[in-house]
């Protein structure tokens, strides 16, 4: 079993910053890819960012492509999903989720655990 527990979402203005943390425990992120992603009121879970296990490759929704940087600390077993000049379209539940597989997928099934969530919320 893996626990996922996600933190730093708060109400920020356009163009402003934050920082998302997930923090692992349990048998953590060993050998698997991570992924965000993130879900909007009245829309369908989107995929924004994930990275091998490695973290030698990362992979963007063309959105956030040089906005947003995902990273890990494994031995913090943390993942973080560093977000800039925030659009208020960013406004979401932001979910981290650990992958069935080493290469994150766009396709929310295939993961298998994921975190309670995190509000973003960007005002214009």
């Known amino acids: 079993q893996v626990q996922l527990v996600e933190s730093g979402g708060r109400l920020v203005q356009a163009g402003g910053s934050l920082r998302l943390s997930c923090v692992a425990s349990?048998?953590?992120?060993?050998?698997?890819?991570t992924g965000w992603f993130r879900q909007a009121p009245g829309k369908e879970r989107e995929f924004v960012a994930g990275?091998?296990?490695?973290?030698?490759?990362?992979y963007y929704v063309d959105s956030v492509k040089g906005r947003f940087t995902i990273s890990r600390d494994n031995a913090k077993n943390t993942v973080y999903l560093q977000m800039n000049s925030l659009k208020p379209e960013d406004t979401a539940v932001y979910y981290c989720?650990?992958?069935?597989?080493?290469?994150?997928?766009?396709?929310?099934?295939?993961?298998?655990?994921w975190g309670q969530g995190t509000q973003v919320t960007v005002s214009s």
């Open positions: 349990g048998r953590t992120f060993s050998n698997y890819a």
């Open positions: 990275m091998t296990w490695s973290g030698g490759s990362t």
């Open positions: 989720a650990k992958s069935k597989s080493t290469i994150p997928t766009i396709r929310p099934y295939e993961y298998n655990y």
